[in-house]
């Protein structure tokens, strides 16, 4: 077996050109992988294409990217708490196609499994499957880019949309746990999106918080094997934040 671990992430993602398209792993601040985008940030790529439920929020994540400009368009499923999104997105200076969050997964997922589209009826009777969707705006607030229609059919007298795939170029993921062959270990509500776009990118990278020797980990924990995993990095010590904290006021008990 290759001992997929690189010295840093700076040269996990030396060779992300121009123009690539990512899935990246996260769901608002959890399991997000910060360590890479950073090393991204810093690497210079732009006219990125990325694939994620959300953009992050300001100042974290892949809201750094977006801040740069290093985003021309994305595929997700909300664009809140994000306001440098919701900007760009408006003044049409990122395209954004939104699809709803289950239909995200299961088209990452359909990615990683080889299987190029499927039938949903999540969107049938809306401007998901009729199109008309505003994917990107003119600066003077119309429509410059719209959704296309999409193909619909009956199964049993109900009726379903067809959505395509999601293979990217690359994925970025963070894991909890992971070992020198690439298997992972996601913690909690951190496993979010991370197993579906590890899946569906063609070189998929991974940081991981506790690095392990091969045979650490049982084979029944393992949630994403290695043989989708190309790259693993040390971040142990990442930066962990909270979305919102609630704080109790009063001294009740």
């Known amino acids: 077996m290759i001992d997929k671990v690189v010295a840093s992430a700076a040269e996990a993602v030396a ?15 959890s399991g997000v992988p910060v360590t890479l985008i950073e090393a991204l940030l810093a690497q210079g790529a732009t006219d990125l294409e ?27 499923s909300y664009v809140g708490n994000n306001k440098e999104f919701a900007r760009q997105y408006l003044a049409g200076e990122v395209e954004v196609e939104l699809t709803p969050q ?19 009826p999540a969107g049938v009777g809306t401007l998901v499957a009729d199109g008309g969707l505003p994917w990107r ?10 959704s296309p229609a999409k193909e619909t059919r009956e199964f049993d007298g109900a009726t379903y949309v067809m959505e395509q795939a999601i ?10 746990k992971g ?5 992972l270990v996601y913690r909690r509500s951190s496993r979010n999106f991370s197993p579906d776009c590890a899946a569906a990118g063609r070189i998929t990278i991974a940081e991981v918080e506790h690095l392990v020797e091969p045979g650490e980990i ?23 934040r909270i979305e919102f904290r609630t704080l109790r006021s009063g001294g009740g008990s």
């Open 137 to 146: 705006y003119a600066s003077d607030g119309s429509v410059a880019v719209a």
């Open 179 to 183: 070992d020198r062959h690439g298997n």
């Open 218 to 240: 049982d084979p029944d924990s393992v949630h994403t094997p290695g043989i989708h995993v190309q790259r693993v990095v040390d971040a142990s010590g990442v930066e962990k």
């Open 167 to 176: 293979v990217t170029d690359f994925a970025l993921v963070h894991a909890w």
């Open 102 to 120: 289950g239909t995200l997964a299961e088209r990452l997922r359909a990615g990683g499994a080889g299987i190029p589209a499927f039938y949903t």
């Open 15 to 29: 060779d992300i050109p121009d123009g690539a398209s990512l899935a990246v792993g996260g769901f608002g601040m």
């Open 50 to 76: 990325t694939v994620s439920n959300n953009l992050g929020v300001d100042g974290f994540g892949l809201g750094n990217l977006l801040a740069a400009g290093r985003i021309r368009r994305t595929i997700g």
